[in-house]
Nanobody
Framework: QVQLVESGGGLVQAGGSLRLSCAAS????????MGWFRQAPKKEREFVAA????????YYADSVEGRFTISRDNAKNTVYLQMNSLKPEDTAVYYC???????????????????WGQGTQVTVSS
């Protein structure tokens, strides 16, 4: 079975930093696309960042460009999201997602991903 487990969320002040982790297990991830999404109360789930297990290309939402960095450790089957210069608007539950079917472009819509973690809460105070 495929399992994605997020960790690293918490409460921070505006301007602070957090690093989220997504531990993946259950199958080979070499051809997968990994994504981070977030969802605030009463709002739609939105794309944050994505990375492939092969290559070095990364993709970001405009709202986090320059502040967040996605990376991976293939040996540990773990994806990270380094979040700097956090704002109150970043407050949300953050989810890790995976897709195993190849696509021409890295997907930014939640419907394109096959598996999801349970989420980790990030709260940023002003």
């Amino acid at each position: 079975q495929v399992q994605l487990v997020e960790s690293g969320g918490g409460l921070v002040q505006a301007g602070g930093s957090l690093r989220l982790s997504c531990a993946a297990s259950g199958r080979t991830f070499s051809s997968a696309v990994m994504g981070w999404f977030r969802q605030a109360p009463k709002k739609e789930r939105e794309f944050v960042a994505a990375i492939r297990w092969s290559g070095s290309s990364t993709y970001y939402a405009d709202s986090v460009e320059g502040r967040f960095t996605i990376s991976r450790d293939n040996a540990k089957n773990t994806v990270y999201l380094q979040m700097n210069s956090l704002k109150p608007e970043d407050t949300a539950v953050y989810y890790c997602a995976a897709r195993f079917t190849s696509l021409r472009a890295v997907p930014r819509g939640s419907e394109a991903y096959d598996y999801w973690g349970q989420g980790t809460q990030v709260t940023v105070s002003s």
